[in-house]
């Protein structure tokens, strides 16, 4: 299978790379405007599935923009055929019912696969993770997309290393977005714990190394023990 993955930063440089490493050298296609990186309409012709890795910042009012992402879509879609490349697949965070929309505008199934891992481990966290979630309109287009795209997947869940969760993508949406405002709630309750500590004089940066194996600083162990 060729992959051809749209948007080459943290979450598309890690996806690109894994993908690499089980589908080979030349199997996948890099396309990244930002810096200049571009894949020829020609040989785009020749992927089946395109990712999308767009970055979707939040506005001053805190609701994310979809627009460079919208715009990406409909660019492809104008370029591919549907009989060619009959799927795509969005990474990025997005609010819930981006991806119907994104099908509509595509004339064609847009599934959601996001990304859980700490930008630090993205590739360990893509080659296996421990849970993955991916969106779609049906778990037969899912099931296409995984074992033609991620089939080190499948053996992960055979082996009952990963859990792979398959549903629609406004739960695939939501998910996503559920586990980012845990994630902000933690670091808020985190900074708050710290400030009142200090109030004990417990120093935040202080050290701490478990097992003498690997140092971890008082925010970080919180951080770990509220997230657990």
């Not at 001053?60 to 979809?66: E, K």
């Not at 591919?80 to 994104?102: I, N």
Request: proline share 6%; hydrophobic share 45%.
């Amino acid at each position: 299978m060729k992959v051809m993955v749209v948007g080459c930063g943290d979450v598309g440089g890690a996806t690109a790379d894994v993908l690499e490493d089980y589908h080979g050298d030349g199997q996948v296609l890099r396309h990244d405007p930002a810096v200049e990186q571009r894949v020829r309409r020609g040989i785009a012709s020749e992927c089946d599935v395109v990712i999308f890795c767009i970055d979707t910042p939040s506005g001053p009012d805190g609701m994310l923009s979809i627009k460079a992402l919208r715009d990406a879509v409909i660019e492809w879609a104008e370029k591919l055929a549907v009989d060619r490349v009959p799927a795509f697949v969005v990474r990025s965070t997005v609010p819930v019912g981006t991806c119907v929309e994104l099908s509509r505008l595509a004339e064609r199934p847009v599934l959601h696969w996001p990304e859980f891992g700490e930008h630090n481990v993205l590739r360990e966290w893509i080659h296996a993770p421990p849970f993955a979630v991916v969106g779609g309109p049906s778990e037969e287009v899912i099931d296409q997309f995984i074992m033609g795209c991620l089939p080190w997947y499948v053996g992960l869940a055979q082996e009952n290393a990963s859990k792979i969760f398959k549903r629609p993508t406004n739960v695939s949406e939501l998910t996503k977005l559920a586990t980012n405002v845990l994630y902000a709630g933690t670091v808020v309750m985190a900074n708050e714990l710290a400030r009142l500590g200090a109030v004990d004089g417990v120093e935040w940066e202080q050290s701490i190394t478990p097992g003498g194996e690997q140092a971890w600083n008082v925010r970080s162990v919180i951080i770990m023990i509220i997230s657990y």
